[in-house]
């Protein structure tokens, strides 16, 4: 699936990890069906090309453990969620740059102790209830 040179560099991102991350990954009808274009045209299959993804990245490391759950009814699918407790979710098919954030959630997540500095650690810790970022990213 990946290039022997993109390949090096997610597995060495991935060697970072100290300890096994669960991903969950699901797939199946979208709300929103949208087509997706490839060079030349061809149609692409968000849920099946996000699994592809997905499944190579996983096979990359020992420490990525990858559940696959398919459903029958329409949803945000594809959905990425990385680790149980991470609250990481990602939305849509980690191709071309955005596949970068994936390797690198899943790298966070592996660690033992988070890559934050002391003084942000501090900062989060003054929050008194739960948080909820969401970034956006567009294809270009």
């Known amino acids: 699936m990946f290039a022997e040179r993109e390949a090096e560099a997610i597995s060495e991102a991935l060697g970072t990890m100290e300890q096994a991350v669960e991903v969950l990954l699901e797939v199946g009808p979208a709300a929103t069906p949208v087509a997706l274009l490839a060079a030349g045209g061809r149609e692409i299959d968000p849920c099946g090309e996000t699994q592809r993804i997905v499944e190579a990245v996983c096979a990359l490391s020992d420490l990525v453990l990858l559940e696959v759950v398919e459903h ?22 980690p191709a071309g740059y955005e596949l970068s954030a ?39």
């Open 102 to 140: 994936l390797v690198h959630a899943l790298a966070e997540a592996g660690r033992q102790e988070p890559s934050l500095s002391a003084t942000s650690l501090e900062r989060l810790g003054t929050l008194e209830g739960p948080v909820e970022i969401r970034v956006y990213v567009t294809p270009t």
């Open 72 to 93: 029958d009814t329409p949803g945000p699918w594809p959905q990425i969620t990385v680790g149980r407790d991470a609250g990481v979710s990602y939305r849509g098919m």
